[in-house]
Nanobody, 123 residues
Framework: QVQLVESGGGLVQAGGSLRLSCAAS????????MGWFRQAPGKEREFVAS????????YHVDSVKGRFTISRDNAKNTVYLQMNSLKPEDTAVYYC????????????????WGQGTQVTVSS
């Protein structure tokens, strides 16, 4: 059974940084793409970034491009989201998810969600 556990969220001032981690177990981590999503209060879940099975390809949505970086360490079964220059509109619960293939940028191709970690950016 796929298990994903996010950590690293918290309260930060605008312009600050956070690094989210997602520890995976219960599957062969290195075979699958991984992604990060977020959901703000009252809004639908939003796709943020994805990374291919070996880290060779990444994708970031325009709203975070240049500020957020997705990465992974297959030896540690962990995917990361480095978030810099945070803005109040980045406030959300952040979720990691496993892709259904080795590489995808389509939100519908992700499942097996974690429980999420709260990120709050104060102005």
């Amino acid at each position: 059974q796929v298990q994903l556990v996010e950590s690293g969220g918290g309260l930060v001032q605008a312009g600050g940084s956070l690094r989210l981690s997602c520890a995976a177990s219960g599957h062969t981590f290195s075979r699958y793409a991984m992604g990060w999503f977020r959901q703000a209060p009252g809004k639908e879940r939003e796709f943020v970034a994805s990374i291919s099975w070996n880290g060779g390809s990444t994708y970031h949505v325009d709203s975070v491009k240049g500020r957020f970086t997705i990465s992974r360490d297959n030896a540690k079964n962990t995917v990361y989201l480095q978030m810099n220059s945070l803005k109040p509109e980045d406030t959300a619960v952040y979720y990691c998810a496993r892709g259904t293939s080795a590489w995808t940028i389509h939100p519908r191709d992700f499942g097996s969600w974690g429980q999420g970690t709260q990120v709050t950016v104060s102005s």
